[in-house]
């Protein structure tokens, strides 16, 4: 079982392009849920798709949009980066309705916008 | 707006003492509480837990204790290892299967030998 596997671990891009970020879940899982984890900061909770619509959303612009496809991937997308945008994307894997402690999260990608 | 709050952002310890680690939050509507550990390049993993019906659960040499009137809670770790090194993060939720986790910002422990 590979787990929660994200793509890629590392990107640079320049301020006003867009980056899209992917995760595949832990097999098994059907729920994936995005966080930002800025430097010296904890991860804050960015959404989570669900039968391939987000069902909950965190407080971030609408510049951060996701999907999720049939085989429960995930991809983020985040249009005109900001330098405020580099941080630590991680992607956490569930099952619809298991308790929160039977996520796991991939290793996350890191994202630096210059 | 941080709702939850670490304000360690390091603590070192010797190898067999306790490791103590702090969390505070303010919202009165989170009633489920996680400690995730996180070493460098891997993600956050779970490690124990605790439901604001309890004050305090145990896992072998991991421990948390919850004060809900106080809005706090700790992370015991008795003895600390060497491998207990690592990124220690708090984490809330209004319930057991909520996955929008809000999360403290962190305290290294450094285990010394």
């Known amino acids: 079982d590979a787990g929660v596997t994200q793509s890629p671990t590392h990107l640079i891009k320049t301020r006003g392009q867009q980056v899209t970020l992917r995760c595949s879940p832990k097999?098994?899982?059907?729920?994936v849920s995005w966080y930002q984890q800025a430097l010296g900061q904890g991860p804050q909770f960015i959404f989570q798709?669900?039968?391939?619509?987000?069902?909950q959303r965190g407080n971030f612009p609408d510049r951060f949009s996701g999907h999720q496809f049939p085989n429960y991937s995930s991809e983020l997308n985040v249009n005109a980066l900001l330098l405020g945008d580099s941080a630590l994307y991680l992607c956490?894997?569930?099952?619809?309705?298991?308790?929160?402690?039977?996520?796991?999260f991939g290793q996350g990608t890191r994202l630096t916008v210059v | 707006d941080q709702q939850v709050k670490q304000n360690s952002p390091s603590l070192s310890v010797q190898e067999g003492r306790i490791s103590i680690l702090n969390c505070d939050y303010t919202?009165?509507?989170?009633?489920?509480f996680l400690w995730y550990k996180k070493y460098p390049a891997e993600g956050p993993t779970f490690l124990i837990s605790?439901?604001?019906?309890?004050d305090k659960n145990e896992d072998g040499r991991f421990t948390v204790f919850l004060n809900k009137s106080a809005k706090h809670l700790s992370l015991h770790i008795v003895p600390s290892q060497p491998g207990d090194s690592a990124v220690y993060f708090c984490?809330?939720?209004?319930?057991?299967?909520?996955?929008?986790?809000?999360f403290g910002a962190g305290t290294t422990v450094t285990v010394r030998a």
């Open positions: 097999s098994g899982h059907d729920t």
């Open positions: 956490a894997s569930s099952s619809q309705g298991a308790v929160n402690t039977e996520a796991f």
């Open positions: 984490a809330a939720s209004r319930y057991s299967n909520d996955y929008k986790l809000s």
């Open positions: 605790i439901s604001s019906i309890k």
């Open positions: 798709y669900y039968e391939e619509e987000e069902r």
């Open positions: 919202n009165s509507m989170f009633d489920y």
